[in-house]
């Protein structure tokens, strides 16, 4: 197949070597696609066993810079509609929002329930679960203060979470965005892993972290 001068271009970083987040950034920032606004996407690979329930990271974090997306959020509720609908939120309803889930109608890219909803959201937990969306008391998605949660959602506010590898993926910005905003966004989420670091994971915590561009290579950066 051939190559397109993109891809020879890029080929010219050196992947081996690791760089600060900044000069990571300004040297992925010189491929970055003309068409369209790419996003600087972090992986960070943790010191952790996955298969042991006290290491599983996961949780939401409120980016300083925010993450440059348009994020559609619906909230399943019956008696505080008006006050998600007032906050901003872009799908509103309860039994019947249920029923156009289950119609295959998901338009929305972060969900907020009540409480009292819950036992009426396990209709939804096989479509809603695969995709990430699914309602959690944990992650602060599942609260009686829907227009804070729905503010927070549309201010920029991320779902970090490992794989099965103890990999955190997660998007940090758009790369239309000052170098510095950028830096702050993954220096925020660097310092969230460390604060949620699991008691019972030994040894070197942080293995390595690396960022990339959607559509770019990526490159190795220094965390620690």
Do not use: W
Request: charged share 25%; aromatic share 4%.
């Amino acid at each position: 197949m051939k190559q397109t001068k993109k891809q020879k271009t890029m080929m010219a970083l050196d992947k081996t070597k690791v760089y600060s987040i900044a000069d990571a950034i300004d040297a992925l920032r010189e491929y970055c696609s003309k068409k369209f606004d790419e996003t600087l996407e972090i992986s960070v690979r943790l010191g952790i066993d996955v298969t042991k329930n006290d290491q599983n990271i996961r949780g939401m974090l409120s980016l300083p810079n925010g993450t440059g997306k348009t994020v559609r959020v619906a909230v399943f509720t019956e008696n505080s509609q008006d006050d998600a609908k007032k906050a901003g939120a872009d799908v509103v309803g309860g039994e019947d929002l249920i029923a156009r889930v289950l119609d295959g109608n998901i338009d929305f890219d972060r969900v907020i329930a009540t409480p009292d909803m819950m036992p009426k959201m396990s209709k939804v937990a096989r479509v809603l679960g695969p995709k990430g969306l699914m309602p959690n008391p944990k992650l602060g998605t599942v609260t009686t203060n829907v227009a804070d949660a729905v503010k927070t959602a549309k201010a920029g506010q991320i779902e970090y979470r490992a794989d099965k590898s103890g990999i955190v993926h997660a998007g940090v910005g758009k790369m239309s965005f000052e170098t510095s905003k950028l830096v702050e966004n993954v220096n925020a989420l660097i310092d969230q892993l460390k604060k949620v670091k699991p008691a019972s994971s030994k040894g070197q915590y942080i293995l390595g972290c690396s960022i990339a561009t959607t559509q770019g290579a990526g490159l190795k950066v220094d965390v620690k």
